[in-house]
């Protein structure tokens, strides 16, 4: 079955497809609805062909569904039929969560989404849980988000940020016994040196992440046990 990746997020919504490994793009923002969404992918693919859709959606995702508006977007997203405004199957997941299955290598792997904020999941043998460390208590009063999201490393500066980011990374990675870490989002880049045990990731592994989200249970076991 051919798949359709749409990777939402606050400034753009990413398209690929099976046959389009290509982004294409559609500019989002504050006023950006699901129904404005949903209009704008269907004239962006006219004529593309595809039997499912996968969507790494900016937020809290319980049991395929958004429980929380994204907070740079309009509202209207919590509660929205994906499936039937789009006439086709569709599976819903954290975008963190998608672009940590693309990244996925094996064992016991970290995600670390450095952008805005903080996103994070954790992939065991091939099964993902998306998580919320963001808001957990770090020190000083302060997050994890506080400390290693955009407004940080605007607060503290770089050399201050990189720091914080190698300790959070250590501190997570010991708390759940992870192989290894991979950093991914915007802000990744800004470091000079990686964590120890920690890789770069790519926004691109959304794409994949997306086409793995069919997997079956058999693939998603072979996927762990041989890496990818």
């Known amino acids: 079955m051919k798949i359709l990746v749409l990777d939402i997020g606050v400034t753009n919504l990413k398209i690929y497809s099976t046959d389009h490994p290509e982004a294409v793009k559609i500019p989002s923002g504050p006023t950006f609805t699901p129904e404005k969404a949903v209009k704008a992918v269907q004239e962006a693919t006219a004529g593309w062909a595809y039997g ?50 693309g990244s996925y290598r094996g064992g016991r792997m970290l995600f670390l989404g450095l952008g805005t904020g903080l996103g994070s999941a954790f992939i065991v043998d091939g099964i993902v849980e998306p998580m919320e460390l963001a808001h957990l208590p770090y020190k000083k009063g302060r ?48 470091l000079t040196a990686l964590p120890p045990g920690a890789f770069a990731g790519d926004n691109t592994h959304a794409r994949e992440g997306g086409f793995r989200m069919w997997q079956t249970e058999k693939q998603r076991k072979s996927l762990a046990a041989v890496g990818d």
């Open 52 to 101: 499912g859709i996968s969507i790494g959606y900016p937020g809290p995702v319980v049991h395929g569904k958004p429980v929380h508006n994204p907070a740079n977007l309009a509202p209207g997203w919590v509660d929205f039929d994906f499936a039937k405004a789009f006439g086709c199957k569709v599976k819903v997941i954290n975008d963190a969560a998608m672009q940590a299955l």
């Open 143 to 190: 997050s994890f988000e506080d400390h290693v999201g955009a407004a940080a490393l605007e607060r503290m500066g770089k050399k201050k940020w990189t720091k914080s980011v190698h300790d959070v990374v250590e501190q997570l990675k010991n708390a759940l016994q992870a192989d290894y870490v991979v950093l991914g989002g915007g802000n990744a880049k800004r």
